[in-house]
């Protein structure tokens, strides 16, 4: 067997389970979803909006679709919460444990050293910092989407059910949540589109696309090179082995890379869009 043979049938691995997969992959779909709904109404008086409109069956439409797919994100906002009480009491036992251990999704130390250490490293001043688990900016895109659920969430909610919110509240914090909701919600995508798109795929090491979130499998060389700390933290645990997983097919990796390369050109054409709306015809 060829060298390039061995390595496509070599194990690797298994970073991500099979639910993280899945809520992530119908994250995305919800996300492309809102955002291109949410910007169409938003920047309505602008020509592509107005062809967008008429992609999804009309404004009217458009806001329909919306609802569904923040509806679906709460779902699986919920879901994963719910998994997360579930590992808790599976792995860790208690929350203290969870929150606290060298797998923690919550900023500590160690994530400060590591910022700084990549400021040094950018500018040739040290070595590149020895990732674990998650990276710094891999917990702030995580903690965001809970921002994301409350401050959107909410006042989507309000939105959406006006009559309801006024019975309890003053009418004119219907106002105040429309430009809040309208506002934030311009921000996250900003962000999903040119931060995150950055950090997950257009770093030079991982561009032009990073597969791991969609097939949950890298390969033992990338891990190393990615996640050294936690490497050497399954290596020296003798765990190692039975987180080795066979890769997927190439065709099952070819229909990942078309999804993926599908949701990246969505998600760069909105913001090329909302730039040209905002410089050249915003009102």
Known sequence: MEPAAEQNNAKQYQRF???NRLLHVVMIVCFLSLASTGMTLKFAYTSWAVFLSHLFGGFESAGYIHRVAA???IILFITHI???VRRKRREYGTWRAMLTGPDSMVFNKKDLQDL???FKWFIGKGPRPDYGRWTYWEKFDYF???WGMMVIGSTGLMLWFPVFFTLFFPGWLINVATIIHSDEALLATGFIFTVHFFNTHFRPEKFPMDLVVFT???TLEEFKEDKPLEYEALVNAGELEKHMVDPYPEIVVRVIRIFGWTALAIGTSMVILIIYA????YQ
């Open 216 to 218: 949950g499998r890298m």
């Open 82 to 84: 719910t998994d997360l």
């Open 144 to 146: 965001a989407v809970f």
């Open 17 to 19: 389970t099979r639910l």
């Open 71 to 73: 509806a679906t994100m």
């Open 278 to 281: 905002m410089v050249f015809a």
């Open 116 to 118: 700084l250490g990549n």
